[in-house]
């Protein structure tokens, strides 16, 4: 039997280990990525005009990155690898691709969706002001176009990220007016025995935490933000603590409640179609190196590849044990539900403009239970980013208002292109 | 098929069996008549050929037994906001349907007169004033017929209005109830769900769209129906400029302007799987919709395309729907197989399945819809429309 035909659509930490585990076992992958270098979110690597060492952009995880760039350089070369293509469809077998303006369909027996993570976002007053970024734009920003998103940052929400970003910011001379973390201090303490599963990741939590008071960094936990407030962009945050109204001038917000998979889903339930990393579930870069590799090893054992089994248990392993540190980071840092609390004049849905009223409205008058309906009445979710910005948001809404399980509602369908496309299409010979 | 335990009985005057736009409209009349009417639909009210649509209000280019239809129909267009409390984003823009050889504005001249009949206007536009009039026009345009008080809608908004307003006088729709079974139960009908609803009712309306062909099978009359999969695209909200509903002779490619700026466009066929449970865009034909696309309005160019989607509708060979009563079966009605053109006609299907219900009999002429012109043809797949100006996909 020929081997069978596999594409990796994502080449961070997952898809790159499961490409080098494939072609260990002497199968070969054609990886797309959209990005123009390997490495993914975490590890981006930055333009070639760039200077300075590897330490001074990934910190800690200057090993890994590393690392990891050097095997996607060797992988080059051996495989397939498609770097700024961007995979907008895939249907019956098939995935249609764009690079430079030209269009090529790539035909498969197995896919891996290696796709990764983004911020997970929730709408409040202000969130579509000039000036406001994802924690994760805002980390793009100094990883790959060396400039902070503003003169006077402040960073809200909660999540590891929110720290991370935080400190890179300070480490970078960036100026940060406060960093606001709704969730309370109690919450970290009470996760502390399952974050020490992992001393060392919980040790650099700690640092980077410590090191904005260094900096002279004011930190607030358990904040309730009231909005972002400005004309023309952004002029102050303001929030609650406790009972007292407090707010901080600002030019910049970066704004981050953890991330959620690009996939929207935990397990592929379509024979031959793998999921690998954050895309599937988040884990961190980590879980998504091991878990990339776990895919590759589990398509090569398929393909009558030697089974190895030594290499399966000893990865088996150290995910569970970094599934239950990631256990402890959500007790530490749950995602909290702003979306069924809105002043109702809040935009939801920043493509199309819908405020969560309307969506309100649109639920009522329609007895809408389910995300599509709840699309298709309201227009949440139709525009330019089909819903991955406000999904999250707007299932919450919806699931409060209908008093369901927010599993109970559903999600949103994809449709292609996932990415807007310019017309014309390319062909896709 | 059977297997379901029944969890719940009920006892009606209609079973409707499809919660498109046709079964919501019928159950909103055949309620406002007085009857009890339960309606089961297998997913979302106008989930598929009903929400999916381009959302053309077009009489314009219809065969010719559809007009009288059509033309009763935009009379229940214009009065929604009364019937349903919602226009439906409906915008009586006109409806120009170009030719881009001159063979085609032959055709269209030919269809203008044959229609005046009907009573519906078409204007007929040369290559000057066509263009005069809509600067936006591409320069492949020689000619169009403009249908000035047609127009478009929102194809999501439609449906679940009319079942917003059947459920407030009294009907009975069940969403996400998908039918097993339906047959004749002594002088009444029985309608199986696998939700375990079991409905007793004196008349059965088959308003299934795609599936409507497994309940005309039930019944021992078979039909030989196609499933469709419209393909579907639409722009970023660009300024307003696109003034018309526009389609072309030859039906491969149709597109709008909305309120928001959007554009929507269609042409060919999307992906549909044979089980019917799902549908898909293509590529290659959303690639060849937008290359048409751009040559009708070159503007167009640059333009991002934000998303695309299909969904599952039934066609007969002839392209004509199936409506009428059964020739098997007393007080089955069927209405179902609009072939890519219901939207328009969906408001007063509902009209004439409540006529057929209520009197026996509708003031439409529906001689053409019969079930029984597939009687003994065992494949009509090639039968060519009786119509030759019929477009193909013409939402």
């Known amino acids: 039997m020929a081997d069978p035909a596999i594409a990796i659509v994502g080449a961070g930490p997952a898809g790159i280990r499961a490409a080098e585990a494939l072609s260990r076992h002497g199968l070969s992958a054609i990886l797309v990525d959209e990005a123009p270098k390997g490495g993914g979110q975490i590890y981006r690597q930055p333009p070639d005009s760039f200077q300075g060492p590897a330490s001074s952009r990934y910190g800690f995880e200057a090993r890994k990155a590393s690392a990891l760039h050097l095997t996607i350089k060797r992988l080059a070369t051996a495989i397939d ?16 691709t764009l690079c430079a303006g030209r269009g090529e369909s790539v035909v498969f027996d197995i896919l891996v969706i290696a796709t990764g993570a983004m911020d997970r976002m929730l709408p409040l007053p202000g969130w579509t002001l000039p000036g406001v970024y994802a924690l994760g734009g805002a980390q793009i920003a100094l990883k790959y176009q060396g400039c902070a998103i503003g003169q006077n940052t402040v960073f809200l929400g909660t999540g590891p990220l929110l720290y991370l970003v935080a400190y890179q910011y300070a480490k970078a001379g960036a100026k940060i007016e406060a960093v606001l973390d709704v969730n309370p201090a109690h919450a970290k303490r009470r996760a502390l025995f399952a974050l020490a599963s992992s001393p060392r990741t919980l040790a650099k939590g700690i640092y980077y935490r410590a090191s904005l008071g260094t900096h002279g960094i004011a930190v607030e936990e358990g904040v309730t933000p009231m909005g972002i407030a400005g004309t023309d962009e952004v002029r102050d945050v303001h929030y609650r603590r406790g009972s007292v109204d407090k707010s901080v001038r600002c030019d910049a917000v970066g704004l981050g409640f953890g991330l959620k998979s690009e996939t929207q889903d935990g397990e592929s339930t379509v024979s031959g179609v793998y999921l690998a990393g954050d895309g599937a579930g988040i884990g961190g870069a980590d879980a998504a190196e091991l878990w990339g590799e776990r895919v590759g090893l589990s398509i090569a054992a398929r393909c009558g590849r030697r089974h190895d089994a030594s290499r399966i248990a000893k990865i088996d392993r150290r995910l569970a044990r970094l599934a239950r540190f990631r256990a402890g980071l959500e007790r530490a840092f749950p995602l909290p539900l702003l979306g069924s609390t809105l002043p109702d004049d809040t935009i939801l849905c920043r ?9 309100k409205d649109a639920i009522r008058a329609f007895d809408v239970v389910e995300m599509n309906r709840m699309k298709a009445i309201s227009r949440v979710g139709m525009g330019r980013c089909q819903g991955r910005m406000c999904g999250h948001a707007a ?31 390319p062909g896709t010979p | 098929m059977t297997g379901h335990a029944v969890t719940e009985r009920l006892r009606v005057d209609v079973a409707i069996v499809g919660g498109g736009i046709a079964g919501c409209s019928a159950a909103l009349h055949l309620r406002r008549r007085g009857l009890s009417v339960c309606l089961m639909e297998k997913g979302a009210l106008g989930s598929q050929a009903s929400g999916v649509n381009f959302g053309g209000v077009r009489q314009q280019g219809r065969h010719f037994a559809e007009l009288p239809l059509a033309r009763r129909s935009r009379e229940v267009w214009g009065r929604l906001p009364e019937l349903i409390g919602t226009d439906c984003e409906f915008v009586p823009s006109g409806h120009l349907k170009l030719a881009r050889n001159e063979e085609d504005l032959a055709a269209l001249e030919r269809y ?27 320069e492949n345009v020689i000619g169009g017929s403009l249908a000035a008080d047609d127009g478009h809608a929102n194809p999501r908004l439609l449906t679940p209005a009319f079942g917003r307003a059947a459920r407030a006088v009294g009907a009975d729709l069940r969403e996400f109830t998908p039918v097993v079974e339906t047959e004749r139960d002594g002088a009444r009908f029985r309608v199986r769900c696998a939700t375990g609803l079991e409905v007793s009712a004196t008349s059965l309306v088959n308003t299934a769209g795609a599936w409507g062909g497994e309940i005309a099978a039930a019944f021992d009359e078979p039909v030989p129906i196609e499933t469709i999969a419209p393909n579907m695209l639409v722009t970023e909200p660009l300024p307003s400029f696109i003034t018309r509903a526009v389609g072309v002779c030859g039906g491969d490619v149709y597109l709008r302007q909305v309120a928001r700026g959007n554009v929507v466009f269609g042409g060919g066929d999307g992906w549909a799987d044979s089980s019917l449970e799902r549908s898909r865009p293509s590529s290659e034909t959303s690639a060849r919709a937008i290359e048409r696309a751009l040559g009708l309005v070159p503007a167009l160019q640059s333009a991002l395309v934000i998303r695309s989607w299909s969904g599952i509708e039934g066609g007969m060979p002839d392209d004509i729907p199936v409506i009428g009563f059964s020739s098997t079966t007393p007080n089955l009605i069927h209405a179902f197989g609009f072939s890519g053109h219901g ?10 399945i409540d006529e057929l219900v209520g009197t026996g009999a509708s003031t439409s002429p529906l001689g053409a819809f019969d079930i029984g012109r597939f009687h003994g043809a065992a ?12 477009e193909g996909a013409k939402r």
């Open chain 1, 351 to 359: 493509c199309e403009s819908i405020r969560v009223g309307q969506v």
């Open chain 2, 343 to 352: 939207f328009q006609l969906g408001p007063v299907i509902g009209i004439i």
């Open chain 1, 395 to 425: 299932a919450e809404l919806l699931a409060a208002e209908t008093r369901q399980d927010l599993a109970a509602v559903g999600r949103l369908r994809g449709q292609p292109p996932i990415k807007p496309l310019p017309m014309p299409w």
């Open chain 1, 81 to 96: 690898y498609r770097p700024s293509t961007l995979a907008w469809n895939v249907c019956n077998g098939r995935l249609d």
């Open chain 2, 379 to 390: 494949d009509l797949r090639h039968v060519s429309a009786a119509n030759p100006e019929q």
């Open chain 2, 112 to 138: 203008a007169a044959d229609a005046a009949e009907f009573g519906l206007e078409l204007e007929m536009m040369g290559r000057k004033r066509v263009h005069d009039e809509h600067r936006w026009l591409g």
